[in-house]
Nanobody, 120 residues
Framework: QVQLVESGGGLVQPGGSLRLSCVGS????????MMWYRQSPGNQRELVAS????????AYVDSVKGRFTISRDNAKNTVYLQMNDLKPEDTAVYSC?????????????WGQGTQVTVSS
């Protein structure tokens, strides 16, 4: 049974930092590309950051470049999102997604999400 469990969300003041974690189980974590998405009320879900299976390639949406860092520890089956200099517009539910190929068929799974609120 594939599971993705996020943690680390919370309430933080503007300019503050949070580190989100997503632990995967039930699949070969080191074979999966991992992504962080976010969605706020009234807005479409947005891809925030992605990282390749071995961690050698990362990508970010322009609005978080220079502030957020995605990383992974395959020995711990965990992907992280370090978020610095947080802004009120970063407020959203953040979810992780795993994607890999199985017999030429893409497999994708989502976590349940963790709330991040940036407010003074």
């Amino acid at each position: 049974q594939v599971q993705l469990v996020e943690s680390g969300g919370g309430l933080v003041q503007p300019g503050g930092s949070l580190r989100l974690s997503c632990v995967g189980s039930g699949f070969i974590f080191s074979s999966a590309a991992m992504m962080w998405y976010r969605q706020s009320p009234g807005n479409q879900r947005e891809l925030v950051a992605s990282i390749s299976s071995a961690g050698g390639s990362t990508a970010y949406v322009d609005s978080v470049k220079g502030r957020f860092t995605i990383s992974r520890d395959n020995a711990k089956n965990t992907v992280y999102l370090q978020m610095n200099d947080l802004k009120p517009e970063d407020t959203a539910v953040y979810s992780c997604r795993a994607q890999w190929m199985l017999f030429r068929s893409p497999q994708t799974y989502w976590g349940q999400g963790t709330q991040v609120t940036v407010s003074s």
